[in-house]
T-cell receptor
Framework: DAGITQSPRHKVTETGTPVTLRCHQT?????MYWYRQDPGHGLRLIHYSYGVKDTDKGEVSDGYSVSRSKTEDFLLTLESATSSQTSVYFC?????????????FGPGTRLTVL | GDSVTQMEGPVTLSEEAFLTINCTYT??????LFWYVQYPGEGLQLLLK?????DKGSNKGFEATYRKETTSFHLEKGSVQVSDSAVYFCALSEGSGGYQKVTFGIGTKLQVIP
């Protein structure tokens, strides 16, 4: 158990509304990541964070913003949700040290934008 | 850029059959290789990994060998069970001690029938 929780686990919203997804870790890891999972694409990186208030874009960052005000929390915001953002969103933490460089994933949030 | 190729499936096998899921990759450096498994409604779980050429990763009866000469990391299991039904993702990671750029395959769905 990597100690990662995501909330909410399911959400249905309407086009044009703002949505915030939360990722929480209990183990104080520096690196955190947000991915989206879509059929035929595997997982694609949206944004990542390398510390409090330190974030950077991934390959599919358009329409998304992130914030990290505490080590344990990484928030993903859709400022104005669109139907193309219907997806399953996964948060991951990067575990490093003692020969390990591995990402561990949360349980996911299924988002439907109508 | 980096890429990972695997068949999407579904792969349908009878219980106790031999499993092979092929994975090939292209990378600019010397990546680490991973197999993740996703059970229905859950997040990705690390199944096994290998960090250098000729390493064999193994877990729960699954194994895969890092083959640099053929740029492959095929997943095998000698006798599958119904409980192995899931989606399997091959992935490569570049970077150590900090930001990890992880490239995922599209995932292969495995269905095991009694």
């Amino acid at each position: 158990d990597a100690g990662i929780t995501q909330s909410p686990r399911h959400k249905v919203t309407e086009t044009g509304t703002p949505v915030t997804l939360r990722c929480h870790q209990t183990e104080n890891h520096r690196y955190m990541y947000w991915y989206r999972q879509d059929p035929g694409h595997g997982l694609r990186l949206i944004h990542y964070s390398y510390g409090v208030k330190d974030t950077d874009k991934g390959e599919v960052s358009d329409g998304y913003s992130v914030s990290r005000s505490k080590t344990e929390d990484f928030l993903l915001t859709l400022e104005s949700a669109t139907s193309s953002q219907t997806s399953v969103y996964f948060c991951a933490i990067g575990v490093h040290g003692q020969g390990e460089d591995t990402q561990y994933f949360g349980p996911g949030t299924r988002l439907t934008v109508l | 850029g980096d890429s990972v190729t695997q068949m999407e499936g579904p792969v349908t096998l009878s219980e106790e059959a031999f499993l092979t899921i092929n994975c090939t990759y292209t990378a600019t450096g010397y990546p680490s290789l991973f197999w993740y498994v996703q059970y229905p409604g859950e997040g990705l779980q690390l199944l096994l990994k290998a960090t250098k050429a000729d390493d064999k990763g193994s877990n729960k009866g699954f194994e895969a060998t890092y083959r640099k000469e053929t740029t492959s990391f095929h997943l095998e299991k000698g006798s599958v069970q119904v409980s192995d039904s899931a989606v399997y993702f091959c992935a490569l990671s570049e970077g150590s001690g900090g930001y990890q750029k992880v490239t995922f395959g599209i995932g292969t769905k495995l269905q095991v029938i009694p």
